[in-house]
């Protein structure tokens, strides 16, 4: 059986790159596009759709997890914005529901791997900062990215301690070193014209620098990873309740 899905935020960019990704794969059925001003929750009661994914905005997404759990819908969730508190809140409720979700900060098969050898460089260097750049239409700082790198650098590191600033160490602009992440990670957010969505995550040492990049050029960049996460849908469905976060942990 086709893998049923309706697309929310379907008009954006991202979304409407999703339609045509959904639309290209034959195991796949697109059964409905809503967005904003639409009714996602008599939407998904219609059509009942296996799974629902979501690049919508930040203010609309847990509001979008919830409609579509209580609908026995399983969500895939592109859209970034999500605090610590939310992704916690979406967990106890495929607990409740006995449905599962994935929460995936980045799509793209090369973040995936970007993130996972910042993890690993981290035990070893654990002096690091991160710089992410997005397109100026980009709501939220930093990015889901930027602040999964920092989770996982921080694990990454935890016995490595980076080398404390000198005590006298100051801002003259304040924030111009950035906000901490988790593990107190310095994260450097950019919203400019021309990017997509690129992360740097430098590592520093004695007499040397290590730097991992990730590009994503074109939003298609991000389709391989929904169509993976969507060909899982049918067993998050019928795993008793379990959130996935991260993507990575579908590879």
Do not use: W
């Amino acid at each position: 059986m086709a893998i049923t899905v309706v697309v929310s935020g379907a008009k954006g960019r991202m979304g409407s790159e999703t339609v045509g990704a959904i639309m290209a794969e034959s195991d796949m059925q697109l059964v409905g596009e809503v967005d904003h001003g639409d009714d996602l929750g008599a939407t998904l009661a219609a059509l009942k759709p296996l799974a629902m994914v979501d690049f919508s905005v930040p203010s609309a997404v847990l509001g979008n997890i919830e409609t579509a759990l209580a609908n026995g819908v399983v969500p895939i969730v592109g859209t970034t914005g999500l605090a610590p508190a939310d992704v916690e809140h979406v967990r106890e409720l495929c607990r409740t529901h006995k449905l599962g979700a994935l929460i995936a900060p980045n799509f793209a098969i090369g973040a995936l791997l970007m993130m996972r050898f910042s993890q690993e460089a981290a035990k070893y260097m654990p002096d690091v900062e991160i710089i992410e750049m997005h397109h100026e239409r980009k709501l939220d700082a930093p990015s889901g990215t930027a602040a999964k790198t920092a989770e996982m650098i921080a694990i990454g590191r935890e016995n490595a301690k980076p080398t404390p600033l000198p005590a006298d160490a100051f801002e003259k602009i304040p924030g111009s070193r950035g906000g901490k992440g988790v593990g107190d990670v310095p994260v450097h957010s950019v919203r400019i014209p021309g990017f997509v969505a690129s992360q740097m995550v430098i590592f520093g040492g004695a007499g040397q620098t290590l730097t991992i990049r990730h590009d994503s050029l074109d939003r298609k960049s991000f389709m391989p990873g929904v169509v993976l996460a969507l060909r899982h849908a049918t067993a998050m469905a019928a795993n008793g309740g379990e959130l996935i976060y991260g993507l990575e942990n579908l590879l």
